[in-house]
């Protein structure tokens, strides 16, 4: 079975910092481009950032272009999202998820469950 | 970037009633596009991919069609596990977006 298990979520003040990790497993996580989607409470889905098997390309919306970097470590069957310069409208549930079917595109499935950000003094 | 636009915002119906919800892509997105289902509390499910593939072991009610800008998800007959939030999503050019959404809603 495919499961994707994020973590990294919590309370951080505006300006600071936060690293978010999402574990793969049941899947040959190398072979896979993997994504980041938020929502924030009550809202719809914002892509956020993919990045591809091998991290040759990484894509990021404008919204948090400069601020924030998708990588992997394909031995750890981990992928993460370091976020800067983090501001109170990156406030959201944090999704990690798989790309459904390699060479078909990125549409996305399975996600993991999801990790809480919130950005507030 | 390109815009997807759902409609309606939410759809009132009641069990065993046909849902036909609407994505219109600005510009142009091939049949690069996924229809999502989300439940409260839960994370999205990935249903139709390529406009009208359906996911493996997703239910005969749930259909899907267009190409282009126009795109059309149909559920047959609404079941109770049916009512959720759908989302249509184009992966043909960077940035990915989403639609913002149809709620199915019990009426």
């Known amino acids: 079975e495919v499961q994707l298990l994020e973590s990294g979520g919590g309370l951080v003040q505006p300006g600071g910092s936060l690293r978010l990790s999402c574990t793969a497993s049941?899947?040959?996580?190398?072979?896979?481009?993997m994504s980041w989607v938020r929502q924030a409470q009550g809202k719809g889905l914002e892509w956020v950032s993919t990045i591809t098997a091998t991290s040759i390309s990484t894509y990021y919306a404008d919204s948090v272009k400069g601020r924030f970097t998708i990588s992997r470590d394909n031995s750890k069957n981990t992928l993460y999202l370091q976020m800067n310069s983090l501001r109170a409208e990156d406030t959201a549930v944090y999704y990690c998820?798989?790309?459904?079917?390699?060479?078909?595109?990125?549409?996305?499935?399975?996600w993991g469950q999801g990790t809480l950000v919130t950005v507030s003094s | 970037e390109i815009v997807m636009t759902q409609s309606p915002a939410t759809l009132s119906l009641s069990p065993g009633e046909r849902a036909t919800l609407s994505c219109r892509a600005s510009?142009?997105?091939?049949?690069?596009l996924a229809w999502y289902q989300q439940k409260p509390g839960q994370a999205p499910r990935l249903l139709i991919y390529?406009?009208?593939t359906t996911t493996t072991g997703l239910p005969a009610r749930f259909s899907a069609s267009g190409s282009g800008t126009e795109f059309t998800l149909t559920i047959s007959s609404l079941q109770s596990e049916d009512f959720a939030v759908y989302y249509c999503q184009q992966y043909n050019n960077w940035p990915l977006t989403f639609g913002q959404g149809t709620k199915v809603e019990i009426k």
């Open positions: 390529g406009a009208a």
């Open positions: 510009p142009s997105v091939g049949n690069n």
């Open positions: 049941g899947f040959a996580f190398n072979n896979y481009a």
């Open positions: 998820a798989k790309r459904a079917v390699a060479g078909i595109g990125h549409c996305l499935d399975p």
